[in-house]
């Protein structure tokens, strides 16, 4: 099993910055995609921004040139730098780790989750 903990969510003015961060432990190979999604009420939980093993990354629109994903490949911790944040930031917070396990011989990838952590930005 895998366990993810999060932490560095909580409210913040419009403008203002928090930084997350999400720890994996367990039993796994190795660690390939990290990263974060969000969830807004009423909406579908969407992307925010991911980083390969080898430093790719990805980000949603929104959030492009505010939030910076980073990773420590030592630690197996992602964090996600939010700076200039508005309200429509505001959502429960994600964490997503991808690993490789194996069973015998055969390697297989898992998606785990964290347990969320709300960011509320105040206009």
């Known amino acids: 099993q895998v366990q993810l903990v999060e932490s560095g969510g909580g409210l913040v003015q419009a403008g203002g910055s928090l930084r997350l961060s999400c720890a994996a432990s367990?039993?796994?190979?190795?660690?390939?995609?990290m990263g974060w999604y969000r969830q807004a009420p009423g909406k579908q939980r969407e992307l925010v921004a991911t980083?390969?093993?080898?430093?790719?990354?990805n980000y949603a629109g929104s959030v492009k040139g505010r939030f910076t994903v980073s990773r420590d490949n030592a630690k197996n911790t992602v964090y996600l730098q939010m700076n200039n944040l508005n309200a429509e930031d505001t959502a429960v917070y994600y964490c997503?780790?991808?690993?490789?396990?194996?069973?015998?011989?055969?390697?297989?990838?898992?998606?785990?989750w964290g347990q969320g952590t709300q960011v509320t930005v105040s206009s």
């Open positions: 997503n780790v991808r690993v490789t396990r194996f069973s015998g011989l055969m390697a297989s990838a898992y998606d785990y």
């Open positions: 367990g039993s796994f190979f190795n660690v390939n995609t």
């Open positions: 980083m390969t093993s080898v430093g790719s990354t």
